[in-house]
């Protein structure tokens, strides 16, 4: 069973960056397609940024285009959410989350899509 930790979350400051990492275990990480999802206190949680199983396809938010870049080392198992000018409204608890997929596909930034789930990182931007 695929498992998914997340890391690299903290407290940053408005205009700086972050690099969240989301490390699997298990098996046939490469099979998998990634999406980042963030969760705010009292909204919605929201999808930020994908990433196909073969890095074939990306996509972002329009909050965060611009200022974020997802990446993915298959070798390591991991993937990369870097953020870069950070706003008071990016703070949320962030969340990776994993798709199976038999061919490679075009991820997409729908949360039910997703059946495997990390426990989140918290990002705090704030003066």
């Known amino acids: 069973q695929l498992r998914l930790v997340e890391s690299g979350g903290g407290l940053v400051q408005p205009g700086g960056s972050l690099r969240l990492s989301c490390v699997a275990s298990g098996i046939m990480f490469d099979r998998y397609n990634i999406g980042w999802f963030r969760q705010a206190p009292g909204k919605e949680r929201e999808g930020v940024s994908c990433i196909s199983r073969m890095r074939g396809s990306t996509d972002l938010a329009d909050s965060v285009k611009g200022r974020f870049t997802i990446s993915r080392d298959n070798a390591k198992k991991t993937v990369y959410l870097d953020m870069n000018n950070l706003t008071p409204e990016d703070a949320a608890v962030y969340y990776c989350?994993?798709?199976?997929?038999?061919?490679?596909?075009?991820?997409?930034?729908?949360?039910?899509?997703?059946?495997?789930w990390g426990q989140g990182t918290q990002v705090t931007v704030s003066a």
């Open positions: 989350a994993a798709k199976s997929v038999i061919l490679s596909v075009p991820c997409t930034l729908s949360d039910s899509e997703y059946n495997s």
